[in-house]
């Protein structure tokens, strides 16, 4: 027996030997405070691309662009209806004066310092490029004084046309302020239903030319002269382009042509901004319409295999929830399209506030969690789901991103032992434990909607593997984590023994069987014993004096 515990101590002595040594080996485990450096912020370097970051150049290209509208729609209409008169043209002449200072400045101030890429490379110096280009011919063009020509022929708005080729600027603005606008489809709409009112504008114009080139009420075709001329001759713009009919047949041969060609027109026309205006709201609702897709052909799998009603209904709801709280089925489908940087940077802002609050990963290399977050998958459990179960393997970690859920306990598994919201981490004893330390040790219910982000145990090790002081930090807290697991329930202290019986351990309890033959416990036992043996020998004496 002495030997026994010779042996046992020996062994103890040596294991712990073991862990002195490793501990003198290993300056991280050593010391509980201490944890890997963590690598330093990441500096990206900023474009600064003007025409891309920049707002007040929007704007700038706002005040172009509603100069350039003003010039598209009443230069026209004061060439053709007589709403020009001498009276007014000075209001007229002011208006065009601002509009061509607007010009001028984009010309001269904005338009020179635009950066723009060229072959991969930002363009700094950009003065050179756009002097060469034909976008600058065409500014230049369209703010040519023409209106110099006012004292020869008067104020004739005709010489003003050239202000109608600065449409390069009208295309930029609406590149610029869709790239910026979160519906952008609302201002595609507003901007194909402008294009068909100018149209109809345009149309309008060239009817009451028309009629005046015949002559006013000369004809039953031609515009009468009663009412508003421009009201007139618009309504009937809108009644002949989009065919409605119900106008008076053309007489002559120039009414014939002019009504054949307005047709063709109105035919073609209308027709593409239809076909574009369906194309803008078809986009606009394209992912409402793969959501309804997805719903259907779901209903239809489980109405072909008698799902229960139950459990359709909560595939309905968790459709809805999924796209009312994320605007799509998948985030990850749509994340895996943008390159790896980009991808990083937007998990970043979105899921790295909560990630960094996780008390496991603190300490942690900075780059490790940024690895991490490109791995996380995101599940969105319904209330009453059970996300996992007592018993099972644990394969995943999970952190809550938003709504709750509830640890389950107590001997029918139904008492809430916590609950546990955002930020909070389960699952990580399973994810970093080692053998048989893997299976959950309690239910986890989701109380609400619950959305997690799951990490599971491959993807973790692929990551660790990059890092090495990050996952001794790791294995430290999951050895401290194992070791709370499999603390004792709290209670009185056991007195440790002093001296020389630590040596040979605590003494062993007398068998059963021994005490079975003493005949009770302890001293009575033995004192029975000794009581009946003087009995058969007091019996004994009187025989042999016999």
């Known amino acids: 027996y002495a030997d026994a515990q010779l042996q046992e101590i020996v062994k103890k002595l040596r294991e712990r030997a073991n862990v002195y040594k490793e501990k003198l080996n290993d ?13 330093g912020p990441k500096v990206t370097p900023v474009c600064s691309m003007f025409f891309l970051a920049d707002r007040r150049y929007v704007a700038w290209l706002m005040l172009v662009t509603i ?4 010039n598209c729609w009443f230069i026209p209409l004061r060439y053709v209806f007589p709403y020009q008169t001498p009276s007014n043209t000075i209001y007229w002449f002011v208006i065009d004066v601002i509009c061509d200072l607007c010009y001028l400045c984009d010309l001269i101030v904005f338009q020179p310092r635009v950066r723009f890429i060229k072959g991969g490379d930002i363009i700094v110096k950009t003065e050179k ?29 005709a010489l003003r046309a050239n202000r109608m080729l600065k449409h390069n600027t009208f295309f930029e603005f609406n590149d610029r302020l869709e790239a910026i606008m979160e519906k952008a489809y609302i201002y595609r709409v507003i901007r194909t239903t402008g294009y068909l009112l100018f149209i109809l504008h345009i149309n309008a114009c ?26 007139r001759c618009y309504y009937w713009a809108v009644r002949s382009l989009i065919t409605i009919g119900g106008l008076a047949e053309p007489q002559t041969l120039f009414e014939i042509i002019f009504q054949l060609l307005n047709y063709f ?26 959501f309804r897709s997805c719903v259907d052909n779901t209903v239809s799998y489980m109405n072909t295999y008698s799902i229960p009603k139950l459990v359709q209904n909560r595939v309905r709801t968790w459709y809805e929830y999924t796209w009312d709280s994320q605007g799509m089925l998948d985030e990850s489908e749509l ?9 990083l940077a937007v998990a970043i802002d979105v899921n790295f506030a909560i990630v960094n609050k996780v008390d496991l990963f603190k300490g942690c290399d900075t780059q490790m969690i940024y690895d991490m977050l490109l791995r996380l998958k995101s599940i969105v459990y319904l209330p009453g789901d059970f996300v996992c179960k007592k018993g099972e393997i644990g394969r995943e970690m999970y952190i809550i991103k938003q709504g709750e859920v509830q640890v389950l306990g107590g001997p029918d598994g139904t008492k809430v032992l916590v609950t546990l919201r955002a930020g909070a981490v ?48 790791l294995m430290k807290k999951a050895k401290v ?3 709370q697991k499999g603390k004792p329930p709290p209670g009185p202290p056991v007195q440790q023994p002093r001296g020389l019986a630590s040596l040979f351990g605590q003494k062993q309890e007398t068998p059963k069987l021994f005490k079975a033959m003493l005949g009770g416990k302890g001293r009575e036992g033995l004192a029975k014993l000794l009581q009946l043996k003087k009995q058969q020998e007091t019996q004994v004496k009187p025989q042999k004096t016999l």
């Not at 485990?29 to 690598?39: C, F, G, H, V």
């Not at 994340?335 to 991808?343: A, I, N, V």
Request: glycine letters at 8%; a negative charge.
């Open 265 to 290: 027109m109105g035919v073609f026309v209308f027709s593409s901004l239809i076909g574009q205006m369906r194309d803008v709201i078809g986009a606009a609702t394209a992912g409402q319409n793969y």
């Open 67 to 70: 100069a350039y509208n003003w």
């Open 481 to 483: 984590l194992l070791k």
């Open 129 to 157: 490029f756009y002097r060469s280009s034909v976008k600058f011919r065409l500014d230049v063009i369209s703010v040519f004084p023409f209106d110099i020509l006012y004292f020869f022929f008067g104020f004739n708005p």
């Open 426 to 473: 389960f699952g990580e004893i399973s994810l970093l434990a080692a053998g048989g330390g893997n299976r959950r040790t309690a239910n986890v219910v989701a109380h609400g909607f619950a959305n997690l982000f799951i990490l599971d145990k491959k993807t973790l090790n692929e990551i660790l593997v990059n890092y090495p002081d990050s996952e001794k930090l």
């Open 206 to 231: 060239l009817y009451y030319w028309a009629s005046d080139y015949e002559g006013i009420g000369s004809t039953r075709w031609v515009y009468d002269g009663e009412g508003n001329m421009y009201l």
């Open 27 to 39: 300056p991280v485990i050593s010391s509980p405070e201490a944890s890997p450096p963590t690598s």
């Open 335 to 343: 994340l895996e399209q943008m390159p790896t940087k980009m991808h």
